[in-house]
């Protein structure tokens, strides 16, 4: 079952502006991570949060975690033709060891208008 | 380094053919995944493996095998292709199931 789902969907902004994605999430998290796809190619790891941490950076990039709430989003600022990909939330589920993995959202198309 | 590699990049099977998925990784990770991907679908945990020896069962499981002989490969077997397993596969490696996850390239497989 998802445990991750971005919001939204899919995203177009002009180059230079900035861009925020949203993850909600159900359980509870040791960690956060947001990846990014190019079309027709593997994921690319961008950053990792973990649950006591509110915020982290990255370059241009800036994700905010809030456990209270369930959620996460990613600023990247000042956006650039080479940002169009798709964007995903991954958790893994706090279950007391488990080895299970990460948890995938559905993703976030964003395009980059020149 | 190479990282993870897949091969095949594309294959097509007939229903009822069986294939093999091949995974390398070059970087010593104890940890390998093996997703699919599918539209709208997110990717979805097949199969995991926290070292030689050890493989457990993701999300979706059913219609595939895997073995770890060595830390280096991990294949991913499919018994009797059906059209549902049509997909992108991802194999992943890591240090550890929560860290930070290196994907391969991915193989389109089509299953008519």
């Known amino acids: 079952s998802q445990q991750g789902e971005e919001d939204p969907q899919a995203l177009s902004i002009q180059e230079g502006e900035n861009a925020t994605m949203n993850c909600s999430y159900k359980?509870?998290?040791?960690?956060l991570q947001w990846y990014r796809q190019n079309s027709g190619r593997g994921l690319v790891h961008l950053i990792l949060?973990?649950?006591?941490?509110r915020e982290k950076h990255s370059g241009r990039l800036r994700v905010t975690l809030d456990t209270s709430k369930k959620s996460s989003s990613l600023l990247i600022t000042a956006s650039r033709a080479a940002d169009t990909a798709s964007y995903f939330c991954?958790?893994?589920?706090?279950?007391?060891?488990?080895?299970?993995?990460?948890?995938f959202g559905k993703g976030t198309h964003l395009i980059i208008q020149p | 380094n190479a990282g993870v590699t897949q091969t095949p990049k594309f294959q097509v099977l007939k229903t009822g053919q069986s294939m093999t998925l091949q995974c390398a990784q070059d970087?010593?990770?104890?940890?390998m995944s093996w997703y699919r991907q599918d539209p709208g679908m997110g990717l979805r945990l097949i199969h995991y493996?926290?070292?030689?020896?050890?493989?457990d069962q993701g999300e979706v499981p059913n219609g595939y095998n895997v073995s770890r002989s060595t830390t280096e490969d991990f294949p991913l077997r499919l018994l009797s292709a059906a059209p549902s397993q049509t997909s992108v596969y991802f194999c992943?490696?890591?240090?550890?199931?929560?860290?930070?996850?290196?994907f391969g390239p991915g193989t389109r497989l089509t299953v008519t």
């Open positions: 992943a490696s890591s240090y550890s199931p929560r860290t930070e996850q290196y």
């Open positions: 359980t509870s998290i040791n960690n």
């Open positions: 949060i973990r649950s006591n941490e």
């Open positions: 991954a958790t893994d589920r706090d279950s007391g060891g488990g080895a299970d993995g990460l948890t």
């Open positions: 970087m010593n990770h104890e940890y």
């Open positions: 493996s926290v070292g030689a020896g050890i493989t």
